[in-house]
């Protein structure tokens, strides 16, 4: 059975820096899209970047220029890094990899970043 472990979450000042880490088993990493997405209470999750098994990706234009993602696939774990925080990404935040049909598979739990002075 697939699981996606979520970490690197937590409460960080406007400005900070955090990495979240993404640790996949009981799947085939390699060959997929994988995103992250994020959620808030009451509203729908939402895409905030993605990286194809050739590394090209794409970003929310909400965290373009502040979010990187990567992965590395000899450790079957996608990142997030993410730079000069606003308290609007504060969020729950999954990762999820792309079916052929275009739909995200989520498996875990979520890492929760909140962004306050």
């Known amino acids: 059975q697939a699981q996606f472990v979520e970490s690197g979450g937590g409460l960080v000042q406007p400005g900070g820096s955090l990495r979240l880490s993404c640790t996949v088993s009981?799947?085939?990493?390699?060959?997929k899209t994988w995103g992250w997405h994020r959620q808030v209470p009451g509203k729908q999750r939402e895409l905030v970047a993605s990286i194809s098994s050739g590394e090209l990706t794409n970003f929310a234009d909400s965290v373009k220029g502040r979010f990187t993602i990567s992965r590395d696939n000899a450790k079957k774990t996608l990142y997030l890094q993410m730079n000069s925080l606003k308290p609007e990404d504060t969020a729950v935040y999954y990762c999820?990899?792309?079916?052929?049909?275009?739909?995200?598979?989520?498996w875990g739990q979520g890492t929760q970043v909140t962004v306050s002075s």
């Open positions: 999820a990899y792309q079916a052929h049909s275009g739909s995200w598979n989520y």
């Open positions: 009981g799947i085939i990493f390699e060959s």
